[in-house]
């Protein structure tokens, strides 16, 4: 394949076989007409993004029934206050402009509804929630936001946010491009998404499914910035889904950021050895994982049906009859069935009534909110990855 970013030719490093849409949670009659992906992983060894080939339409996952809402995690609510707290000391003058593209059902924006705001989601599911919070919401992509027929939006926003959404968006360079024109002189574009180092660091395959089109190093996203005269100018890691990366973005300067200069070299991911390496890894760890669960002998359970765990549960050719069911807190997930692999997903009101003793921890990355959440009853914790929590 040629990179979305610069068109060199790109070499594929892992190969997770046929996925269907890792949101896409399906009734029983639904059961034949499921669409599949080829979920390849891509290096470009010119600009060194990691990206997938194929990947849905926008609308066929972003839509009415897109079912993840970040406000079903406790400490995702935190984190996001957090986040609003930081941007008001720091980031936003008084009266200043805020965006949010891809803002969910504005577990974020609500802390800014007062003042000059915008929320970008393709997804009226989401929109619903966030409306009814009374946060303006415009219902399309933010890469077709037509900046250009208007004054009204050029050099006015002091502050972007994206998190876990940036890495969704086929049209990197339409997004970049929208942030150029309308971020302001001193203004800053804050975006987080899991760090790829993070990702191969914990063998923590599971985060690529087909909702992300890109994984982004440092190296990679200064690469694609500075060809729209952005670049990085700080960064922190976070916690967050796993192992996550903030990075504050803002016009070119002049002078060098040694800070950034040198994390790219100690990151390390400018070769395709290392990625290479990585896919063998996960290869051996995948069929690992199954024969450790079919080893076991007892009945098994899930805990989290997370977009991740799609990607798991097909890669590993694990169904009903290896796992029987997946406990889920979310309403519009309950009484379907997983992607592909079609294993009953039951809302996690049951889950204490259930003796299993052995329970697959998909949404790993929330692991110190469910231990403590759950800590009243020993269980045999299983990680579908390889990383520690
Ligand atoms: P994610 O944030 O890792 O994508 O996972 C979100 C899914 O996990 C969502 O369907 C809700 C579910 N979930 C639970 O069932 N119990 C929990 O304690 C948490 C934090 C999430």
């Known amino acids: 394949m040629k990179c979305r970013i610069c068109e060199t030719e790109c070499k594929m490093f892992l190969d997770l076989g046929r996925q269907p849409i890792a949101n896409n949670f399906l009734t029983e009659d639904q059961f034949g007409s499921e669409a599949f992906y080829h979920l390849g992983v891509y290096f470009c060894p010119a600009c060194m993004t990691v990206q997938h080939r194929d990947c849905p339409v926008c609308s066929d996952v972003f839509n009415s029934t ?4 970040t406000g079903t995690s406790q400490a995702m609510i935190k984190h996001f206050a957090e986040l609003a707290e930081l941007i008001k000391e720091k980031y936003l003058p008084a009266h200043g402009q805020i965006m949010e593209i891809g803002s969910n059902d504005g577990t974020f924006l609500e802390h800014f509804k007062d003042g000059d705001h915008m929320g970008f989601d393709p997804s009226e599911s989401v929109n619903r929630i966030a409306r009814a919070k009374g946060i303006y919401v415009y219902s399309k992509p933010f890469e077709g936001f037509p900046v250009e027929n208007s004054k009204r939006w050029q050099g006015t926003t002091d502050v972007f946010v994206s998190a876990n959404t940036f890495a969704h968006i086929p049209d990197r ?17 804050i975006n987080e998404e899991p760090y790829l180092r993070s990702i191969v660091d914990k063998l923590a395959y599971d985060q690529f499914y087909n909702e992300h089109v890109f994984y982004t190093s440092i190296v990679s996203m200064q690469n694609v910035l500075r060809m729209h005269d952005l670049e990085i100018i700080d960064f922190d890691l976070l916690p967050t889904h796993g192992g996550s990366i903030r990075y504050f973005i803002g016009h070119k300067r002049a002078e060098r950021n040694e800070k950034i200069d040198d994390a ?66 979310t309403p519009e997930k309950q009484g379907k ?53």
């Open 66 to 69: 897109y079912p993840f809402f």
């Open 173 to 189: 360079h339409g997004v970049i491009r929208n942030i150029k024109r309308m971020m302001s002189v001193k203004g800053i574009w």
């Open 264 to 329: 790219i070299k100690r990151e390390g991911l400018n070769s395709f050895e290392v990625f290479d390496r990585f896919g063998k890894d996960v290869e051996s760890h995948a069929k690992r994982f199954r024969q450790q669960l079919i080893d076991l002998k007892r009945p098994i359970v899930g805990y989290g049906a997370a977009a991740k765990s799609t990607t798991v549960l097909n890669y590993c050719d694990i169904g009903p009859d290896i796992i029987s069911r997946i406990y889920d807190t």
């Open 337 to 389: 069935f997983s992607p592909g692999k079609h294993i009953p997903v039951v809302a996690y009101s049951q889950f204490a009534k259930d003796d299993t003793q052995d329970v697959v921890l998909f949404v790993w990355n929330h692991g110190k909110e469910i231990y403590d959440k759950e800590r009243n009853r020993a269980r045999n914790w299983i990680l579908p990855v390889g990383g520690a929590i």
